[in-house]
């Protein structure tokens, strides 16, 4: 399996914005019926916070609803999340993968995990 690769995080302040993206050198990420955008915050679980389909239907976590928005580009074989207004609770890494499943309850990541890039959000 070739690895995803997670990129874009840093450290922003509160309130400012980042655009992470997740490419991989083969097609397999964009083979699945959707694509998510994963954090994993200290001490917590990785959870699911931003899913597209193959027929560009979007769905947000509560947590991140109205502030990040997820796209892809099909040519450059990439996926997307810009994250606005971003807090401290944002702090976490960032993951990206391939799922099956029809809602965001029901997403399963299919590949291998990348590294993920580290989002530190400071007051």
């Known amino acids: 399996q070739v690895p995803l690769e997670e990129s874009g995080g840093g450290l922003v302040h509160a309130g400012g914005s980042l655009t992470l993206s997740c490419t991989t050198t083969?097609?397999?990420?964009?083979?699945?019926?959707?694509m998510g955008w994963y954090r994993q915050a200290p001490g917590k679980e990785r959870e699911l916070i931003a899913r597209?389909?193959?027929?560009?239907?979007?769905n947000y976590a509560e947590s991140v609803k109205g502030r990040a928005t997820i796209s892809r580009d099909n040519d450059k074989n990439t996926l997307y999340l810009r994250m606005n207004n971003m807090q401290p609770q944002d702090t976490a890494v960032y993951y990206c993968?391939?799922?099956?499943?029809?809602?965001?309850?029901?997403?399963?990541?299919?590949?291998?995990w990348g590294q993920g890039t580290q989002v530190t959000v400071s007051s």
């Open positions: 597209i389909t193959s027929s560009d239907r979007i």
């Open positions: 993968n391939g799922l099956v499943g029809l809602t965001m309850a029901t997403s399963d990541p299919q590949l291998p």
């Open positions: 083969s097609r397999s990420l964009f083979g699945f019926y959707a």
